[in-house]
């Protein structure tokens, strides 16, 4: 598993990562990237993005 800085690191580095993160809504992109530190990976990414998808599905 690679791990990057921050998350604009790890879309820029890893083609797994970017095609998770261009797939997802606007809002949830920019939520996840207004927590950028905390997601190094893209495991991180998937699990984040997977949290905001279900409170958003819950609404």
Do not use: C
Request: charged share 25%; aromatic share 6%.
């Amino acid at each position: 598993m690679s791990m990057y800085p921050t998350l604009q690191a790890l879309i820029k580095h890893d083609a797994r990562s970017k095609s998770l993160f261009d797939a997802l809504p606007t809002d949830v992109q920019v939520a996840l990237q207004e927590q950028q530190q905390s997601i190094g990976s893209y495991e991180e990414l998937k699990q984040r993005a997977n949290g905001f998808l279900r409170r958003e599905a819950q609404r």
